[in-house]
C-alpha cells in the first residue's frame, strides 16, 4: 500500500508549515449528497432495533405481572399481586417500616398499608414496635410466609437456571451486561 493509499483511512498529518485545515481525501464512493440518507436508514434500523427492545420487555412485564399474581396465589388465595411484590422484598431484606418499603418499591404509602393490613390478617406480616423509636413500626415477615416465598423463589430460581444453562456462557455475561447498563 502506497502512501497516497491510506488517505482513504487517515487525515493527513499536519506539520509546522501545513494548513491546519487540510484534511485527507474522502474516498471515491462517499457521496455527501447520500449522507443524510445513510444517517436516515440508520436512525430507522435504530429505531425499529429500539421498537424490538420495548416490544419484549412489554412482554417480559406482562409475564412478571402474570407470575406475581400466580405466586401471591400460591402463598395464599386473597393475597394480591402486589402483596406478593411487598412480601417478597421483606422475605429478602428483612424487616422495613412501610414508608421504606414504599419508597424502595416505588409504591405509594396507601397501597402499602392496605396490603400490610391484609396480610396481617392472614398470617403473613407482623408489625412491632421499632426498638429505636416506638412510635414507629416495623414490618415483619412471618415464619409462614418466608417458608412459602422461599419456596416459590427456589422454584423460580431452578427453572431460570435450567433456561439460561442452555445459552452459552458469553451470551450470559453479555446479557447480564447490557441488563444492567438498561437498569443503570
Not at 464512493?29 to 421498537?51: F, G, M, V
Not at 409504591?107 to 412491632?128: A, F, H, N, P, Y
Amino acid at each position: 500500500m502506497s502512501p497516497a493509499d491510506t488517505t482513504d483511512f487517515f487525515p493527513a498529518t499536519v506539520d509546522d508549515d501545513a494548513d491546519l485545515n487540510r484534511i485527507a481525501p474522502m474516498s471515491d464512493d462517499h457521496d455527501p449528497a447520500t449522507a443524510d440518507l445513510d444517517t436516515a436508514d440508520q436512525d430507522a434500523a435504530s429505531d425499529q432495533a429500539i421498537a424490538d427492545v420495548e416490544g419484549q420487555l412489554s412482554a417480559l412485564f406482562n409475564r412478571v405481572r402474570s407470575n406475581w399474581r400466580d405466586y401471591a396465589a400460591s402463598v395464599h388465595p386473597e393475597l394480591q399481586p402486589a402483596g406478593y411484590k411487598i412480601l417478597g422484598h421483606l422475605v429478602r431484606q428483612g424487616p422495613a417500616h412501610a414508608g421504606v418499603l414504599a419508597e424502595q418499591l416505588h409504591t405509594d404509602k396507601s397501597v402499602i398499608s392496605r396490603q400490610v393490613r391484609l396480610m396481617e390478617q392472614l398470617g403473613l406480616v407482623e408489625s412491632t414496635a421499632d426498638e429505636t423509636d416506638g412510635r414507629a413500626r416495623v414490618l415483619v415477615a412471618t415464619p409462614l410466609a418466608i417458608a412459602k416465598v422461599t419456596a416459590i423463589r427456589r422454584t423460580n430460581q431452578a427453572r431460570f437456571y435450567e433456561l439460561l444453562r442452555t445459552w452459552p456462557e458469553d451470551d450470559i455475561r453479555k446479557f447480564a451486561e447490557l441488563l444492567g447498563r438498561l437498569s443503570a
